[in-house]
């Protein structure tokens, strides 16, 4: 079984930077690939952005691109998320997830395992 937690939300201008961090337990995730999601009030989880099991691949949505990076870090079964240039419209709890497949999907019921969540707001 693999625990996902993240860390690093906050409260942030608009204009700011947070780094989101999401470290694996449990079992080592050098075979999964992982993605970064987010939900607001109201609204569904929607895909941020992803990584493959290597981290030779990533994918963004088209809000995420030229703001956010993902990366990781299979030594430390971690995976992190730098957005900058931060909007208010970005205000949403962020979640990690892992599936057991080495490549990226967008979708919410292709991931296995989750993490509990940590909120990002964004003021203007």
């Known amino acids: 079984q693999v625990q996902l937690v993240e860390s690093g939300g906050g409260l942030v201008q608009a204009g700011g930077s947070l780094r989101l961090s999401c470290t694996a337990s449990?079992?080592?995730?050098?075979?999964?690939?992982m993605g970064w999601f987010r939900q607001a009030p109201g609204k569904e989880r929607e895909f941020v952005a992803g990584?493959?099991?290597?981290?030779?691949?990533?994918y963004y949505r088209d809000p995420a691109k030229g703001r956010f990076t993902i990366s990781r870090d299979n030594a430390k079964n971690t995976m992190y998320l730098q957005m900058n240039s931060l909007k208010p419209e970005d205000t949403a709890v962020y979640y990690c997830a892992a599936r057991d497949r080495r490549g990226i999907d967008t979708r919410v019921n292709e991931y296995d395992y989750w993490g509990q969540g940590t909120q990002v707001t964004v003021s203007s």
């Open positions: 449990g079992r080592t995730l050098t075979s999964y690939a």
């Open positions: 990584i493959s099991w290597s981290g030779t691949s990533t």
